[in-house]
T-cell receptor, first 114, second 114 residues
């Protein structure tokens, strides 16, 4: 049982390049989330998904797209990376929303955009 | 405007003593609160939570207190141990939010002195 895994762990991009971050969970969770954490800040929600085939915008969605084609995977895409997207990205998942709202987090992806 | 505030960026406590971490919130719709612990280069891990129908929840050395009238919660760690040194995030959610993730504070860096 690996929990929540993220690929890659580190990445350096040049401005304008694109990339996809992959999140996978093996806990059969319905809900999945992408957050970013910047220095001195808490985690801020980028996008989330309440089930396979569904996605929705969070607090800071601009410049990102997501897809949830399979229940266990949640992809975060950057179409044209900007230096402002330099951050640590965390994926999370949870089983329910109305009862226990504990979210399980992956180890993070550290992204630098030059 | 920050809806979840942790006003102490850092806190230093002697080993064996009590650590008290504070969190304030402004959104009266929040009805579920969580504390997460984060070590460097790792994802946040769930510590303890409390529903707004309670004013206290205890789990081993960790106790969370909720004062709804003051919109304030606190995490008590007794006794503090070296392994407790980490960044602690307070997070909040509300059931009417439609599973749109957690709102995090900026975190408090707890340092346990030997």
């Amino acid at each position: 049982n690996a929990g929540v895994t993220q690929t890659p762990k580190f990445r350096v991009l040049k401005t304008g390049q694109s990339m996809t971050l992959l999140c996978a969970q093996d806990m059969n969770h319905e809900y999945m989330y992408w957050y970013r954490q910047d220095p001195g800040m808490g985690l801020r929600l980028i996008h989330y998904s309440v089930g396979e085939g569904t996605t929705a915008k969070g607090e800071v969605p601009d410049g990102y797209n997501v897809s949830r084609l399979k229940k266990q995977n949640f992809l975060l895409g950057l179409e044209s990376a900007a230096p402002s997207q330099t951050s640590v990205y965390f994926c999370a998942s949870s089983f329910t929303w109305t009862l226990l709202r504990e979210q399980f987090f992956g180890p993070g992806t550290r992204l630098t955009v030059l | 405007d920050q809806q979840v505030k942790q006003n102490s960026p850092s806190l230093s406590v002697q080993e064996g003593r009590i650590s008290i971490l504070n969190c304030d919130y402004t959104n009266s719709m929040f009805d579920y609160f969580l504390w997460y612990k984060k070590y460097p280069a790792e994802g946040p891990t769930f510590l303890i939570s409390i529903s707004s129908i309670k004013d206290k929840n205890e789990d081993g050395r960790f106790t969370v207190f909720l004062n709804k009238s003051a919109k304030h919660l606190s995490l008590h760690i007794v006794p503090s141990q070296p392994g407790d040194s980490a960044v602690y995030f307070c997070a909040a959610s509300y059931s009417g939010g439609g599973a749109d993730g957690l709102t995090f504070g900026k975190g408090t860096h707890l340092i346990i002195q030997p």
